[in-house]
Structures are given as structure tokens and as C-alpha cells.
């Protein structure tokens, strides 16, 4: 996700989905209570690295811009699994 970052992110829709990765709008699940939330207006997928023993790095993205940050592990963020080359 740092790569994605660090050469401008993603500024539309295209960004995402027209990667090789095809990510999708697909929201979060709330930890508090297992609602969906903002499906279809954001994407969050967590990244490997932790930020602390509580705390994950994510990237988000919207129709206007992508970025990274951290949040609580228990919130449902998507997963895309890649391999190693």
C-alpha cells in the first residue's frame, strides 16, 4: 500500500479497480456491532504491517482520492492476499 502512497495514490475509481488487484467499494463490518458500513462509497484493505499489538495499518480508498492510516484491529477491513515473486 506504501507503493500505492508514495506515487500519488489512487485519485478516482479507476485507480483501483483498473489495477491488476481489482479492488472494490466494499466498506467495513463496525467491531461494535457488525454493521456494514459505507459499502460502495469506500474501500478499506489491511495491510500486513501492524502498527502497534492494537492497531493495523490499512489503505482506503473513495471516488476522489486514496490514502493510508491505522485503525483498531477488530474493525472488518478486506483482505486481498497476494503471493510473493
Request: proline share 1%; net charge positive; glycine share 16%.
Amino acid at each position: 500500500w506504501y507503493n500505492v502512497y508514495n506515487t500519488g495514490g489512487w485519485t478516482t475509481w479507476n485507480g483501483p479497480w483498473g489495477s491488476g488487484l481489482k479492488l472494490h467499494a466494499a466498506g467495513y463490518l463496525n467491531y461494535s456491532n457488525g454493521s456494514l458500513n459505507l459499502r460502495g462509497s469506500f474501500g478499506f484493505y489491511w495491510s500486513s504491517t501492524q502498527y502497534s499489538t492494537d492497531y493495523g495499518w490499512h489503505l482506503y480508498f473513495y471516488s476522489g482520492g486514496s490514502g493510508i492510516n491505522y485503525d483498531d484491529k477488530a474493525t472488518g477491513f478486506s483482505v486481498r492476499c497476494l503471493r510473493d515473486n
